[in-house]
T-cell receptor
């Protein structure tokens, strides 16, 4: 167990809907990153949050947005869902500035868009 | 733009065999490289992290090496076991914990 928890574990939505995924970071970690993993692919970086602000973003459209709260937990919001958004969404926590530390991932949220 | 490639895409070996998984990256300006294990439909478990100044790291039956100049890393698994069956991913960190992943190697260890 990594101490990073994600909810829900599975989610089914229809095209055009909106979804919110949640992540609680490991104790002592102040940075949360979100990744999207399509079937058979490696995870792709969506964005990272540090001290409640976005700190870097991958090649994802603005309908992917996020929040980080004072307790360092985080949400990923996706608006106007598309079929290609079906994927495993992974959250990872870390302590900014300590690059000698492994990145700790949650078990992910499996999103299916029908 | 950093690109990470893993070879082979899939590997099947009999139990007890030693094996090597390969990872290559195009930009040698990295801070570290991590190897992860992923079981089907699950999250990632970090196995080994190699800092850019290091050549290798070991944990139990696992040994990872890093050659930054040639853009290569290998993960060596000794005396493989059926429980080692999983997808193995390598990822490079070129900025603060923003990892770029390869597509993984699917390993099956046959009893």
């Amino acid at each position: 167990e990594t101490g990073v928890t994600q909810s829900p574990t599975h989610l089914i939505k229809t095209r055009g809907q909106q979804v919110t995924l949640r992540c609680s970071s490991q104790s002592g970690h102040n940075t949360v990153s979100w990744y999207q993993q399509a079937l058979g692919q490696g995870p792709q970086f969506i964005f990272q949050y540090y001290r409640e602000e976005e700190n870097g973003r991958g090649n994802f459209p603005p309908r992917f947005s996020g929040l980080q709260f004072p307790n360092y937990s985080s949400e990923l919001n996706v608006n106007a869902l598309e079929l290609d958004d079906s994927a495993l969404y992974l959250c990872a926590s870390s302590f900014r500035g300590n690059r000698a530390e492994k990145l700790f991932f949650g078990s992910g949220t499996q999103l299916s868009v029908l | 733009k950093q690109e990470v490639t893993q070879i082979p895409a899939a590997l099947s070996v009999p139990e007890g065999e030693n094996l090597v998984l390969n990872c290559s990256f195009t930009d040698s300006a990295i801070y570290n490289l991590q190897w992860f294990r992923q079981d089907p439909g699950k999250g990632l478990t970090s196995l080994l992290l190699i800092q850019s100044s290091q050549r290798e790291q070991t944990s139990g039956r696992l040994n990872a090496s890093l050659d930054k100049s040639s853009g290569r890393s290998t993960l060596y698994i000794a005396a493989s076991q059926p429980g080692d069956s999983a997808t193995y991913l390598c990822a490079v960190d070129g900025a603060t914990n923003k990892l770029i992943f390869g597509t993984g190697t699917l390993l099956a260890v046959q009893p």
